[in-house]
């Protein structure tokens, strides 16, 4: 079944926990979280102390995306903070493998987010420590973008490049302009995890609106 990770980004940041219980009470199935710092990416939310406090709205599993320079400087506030798998950008890492390495030691999940521009190729040697590959349909930094329809072929490949490496257990997410009409398109090109912010939260029915993405 598709995994529902409502993105927080789009909600009320001034009651986060009710649009936490919101979310689990609609069906949701992960909480996604996005960490920006307004160097990797220019736009800035938040950091561990926030998650932290946001952790007992919930049981749901917290997806962090994290979209900062020197993602590691933050794993072990992440995880005391309740964070079950953390998602970096290779083009903020300049020792991906080291880094995936340090998070898998701190016993939580691990993912790797690849930007419009990414090739697939920087997965080729890491795929044995992630979880989790997030393809990028949209130019992170920003909720309510559009959609790129140029992702799906990527993500059509991501599927083989699994496949090849006897990974077929790993989700592939998909993060950004994700709706009714895109979200048909990236799942028959492979996603099993799909991110939505704007649509879920906008939406006057947030069961009904995550009902139709699954
Ligand atoms: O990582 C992100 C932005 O960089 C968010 O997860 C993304 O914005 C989701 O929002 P929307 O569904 O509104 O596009
Ligand atoms: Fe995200």
């Not at 409502?6 to 992960?30: H, Q």
Request: aromatic letters at 6%; hydrophobic letters at 45%.
């Amino acid at each position: 079944m598709t995994i529902i990770a409502p993105s927080i980004l789009a909600s009320d940041f001034s009651k986060l926990g009710e649009e936490l219980r919101s979310i689990d009470e609609a069906g949701a199935d992960w909480v996604h979280i996005d960490i920006m710092d307004n160097h990797f990416v220019p736009n800035l939310t938040f950091g561990p102390p926030i998650v932290s406090m946001i952790r007992a709205s919930t049981k749901l599993m917290f997806d962090v995306h994290l979209m900062v320079e020197k993602p590691e400087t933050l794993f072990l506030a992440l995880k005391a903070a309740g964070a079950d798998r953390v998602t970096v950008h290779p083009e903020a890492c300049v020792h991906l493998d080291r880094t995936l390495t340090q998070i898998g030691e701190l016993g939580i999940k691990a993912g790797v987010a690849l930007n419009p521009h990414t090739p697939l190729s920087v997965l080729e040697y890491v795929l044995d420590k992630v979880d989790l590959v997030l393809i990028m349909t949209i130019n992170p930094g920003f909720g309510g973008q559009s959609f790129m329809p140029s992702m799906l072929p990527k993500l059509r490949q991501l599927r083989e490049m699994l496949k090849r490496h006897g990974r077929d257990d790993v989700y592939v997410q998909v993060d950004g302009g994700i709706n009714r009409e895109t979200a048909a398109l990236v799942k028959e090109a492979g996603a099993d995890s799909l991110v939505a912010g704007t649509y879920i939260f906008n939406h006057p029915n947030r069961r009904e609106a995550i009902a139709s993405l699954r």
